[in-house]
């Protein structure tokens, strides 16, 4: 049984651990158990695995009302998760974050059902960091973890990723730019605000085009601005084109709500923007991609500065802070995509800490202690 999700950074490697495990032994039965509403009741189905939803939310990090039918629906979401475990009695519960996993892990490990967590990023959540303290194993992507988590409990097995994500053949970026409709001969900046879009993220892009696209001759971009995000994005490129503004580079930037083929994507991108988020780092690790990273100041403990400045201490990656990026942060891809030599040393700097077998070490973890 695996709980979590709520964004692509939960739920891909959700996916992953599962498709080890079948791999591993295809007799075994999953469950996904998820939030209602949330993008893993869509995205666990599409992937062939059968998946319930709990009626559950986090707390707002402002003082709202909804906050308020928090702890009723946490409690109504612990008796259904009750009520799923006797009735698929599963050997363990795994967890992966986001708000699934605190009824579920908290009711598997009353009924005394092992219990697995993967804590994908350098500063634990909160809701890891509660149902860690009973957990039979804890399985994590960066060191010093123990500050969290019981030492004799942690497992390091880096963060599973989706196994098409690989660093790019030629074969591949040939694929890639006749995917996309690139020009071979431009150099090409990938752009992803993670699986909802960062706002961010379009407002930098928006700013740089509104400022004429400065080095952007020479450029083609692949951006993901977010399906909330969509609308408002088509509605500006319209009228951007229909002013003039932008100029040539303008028909030189492709961008769409979502991304379904990553790994030509990653092949296609010279370099990458992107928040830095655990599975977006850990992919492109083992893609091997220069990047800069905006951290997101919308999370928790500000994690995703911890999970940047890991690598922006090995050399691995650029960090631009969230309320500079707007005017920093295009001109400094544009600086670094005319810098070979750099690309090329972060390039090798990032391959150095890809761990592209997290999805096994955690499901040979899974069945050890189930």
């Not at 986090?58 to 006797?86: E, H, W, Y």
């Not at 028909?251 to 977006?280: E, N, P």
Request: charged share 25%.
């Amino acid at each position: 049984m695996i709980s979590g999700g709520g964004t692509g950074g939960h739920i891909f490697p959700a996916l992953s651990i599962a498709d080890k495990l079948r791999e591993l032994n295809p007799e075994t039965e999953i469950l996904f158990v998820g939030a209602e509403g949330r993008m893993e009741m869509e995205k666990v189905p599409a992937a062939g695995y059968r998946i319930i939803g709990l009626q559950i939310a986090g707390l707002q990090r402002r003082l709202t009302l909804s906050n308020l039918s928090v702890p009723i629906k946490f409690i109504k979401s612990i008796r259904k998760a009750r009520k799923i475990i006797k009735e698929f009695k599963p050997d363990i519960a795994i967890g992966v974050g986001g708000y699934a996993s605190a009824p579920l892990l908290w009711a598997a490990g009353r009924l005394g059902i092992p219990t697995l967590i993967q804590e994908q990023n350098g500063f634990a959540g909160l809701t890891n960091k509660i149902v860690g303290r009973k957990a039979d194993s804890i399985c994590v992507a960066y060191e010093g973890m123990e500050r969290f988590f019981p030492a004799d409990k942690i497992v390091m097995t880096g963060n599973p990723i989706r196994k098409e994500i690989v660093p790019a053949t030629e074969e591949m970026k040939q694929e890639a730019y006749a995917f996309y409709g690139l020009d071979p001969d431009k150099k090409h900046i990938l752009i992803v605000g993670g699986s909802l879009g960062s706002g961010t993220l379009n407002k930098s892009v928006k700013k740089w085009i509104k400022d004429g696209c400065p080095g952007g001759k020479n450029l083609e971009i692949i951006w993901q601005c977010g399906k909330y995000y969509k609308p408002e994005t088509e509605v500006f490129m319209k009228e951007a084109e229909a002013n003039g503004i932008g100029g040539s580079t303008l028909k030189q930037i492709h961008y769409s709500d979502f991304i379904q083929r990553m790994d030509l994507a990653y092949a296609a991108a010279d370099i990458v923007i992107s928040r830095s988020g655990a599975s977006s780092i850990s992919e492109l690790c083992a893609a091997n991609k220069a990047a800069i990273f905006v951290p997101s100041p919308n999370v928790s403990e500000d994690h995703q500065t911890h999970n940047a400045m890991a690598l922006v201490k090995k050399g691995a990656g650029v960090l631009v802070k969230d309320s500079e990026a707007e005017s920093k942060l295009m001109k400094t891809a544009c600086k670094l995509i005319e810098s070979p030599d750099k690309i090329a040393l972060m390039e090798r700097n990032i391959a150095a800490l890809a761990k592209t077998d997290a999805a096994m070490s955690i499901a040979e973890e899974v069945y050890r202690i189930a």
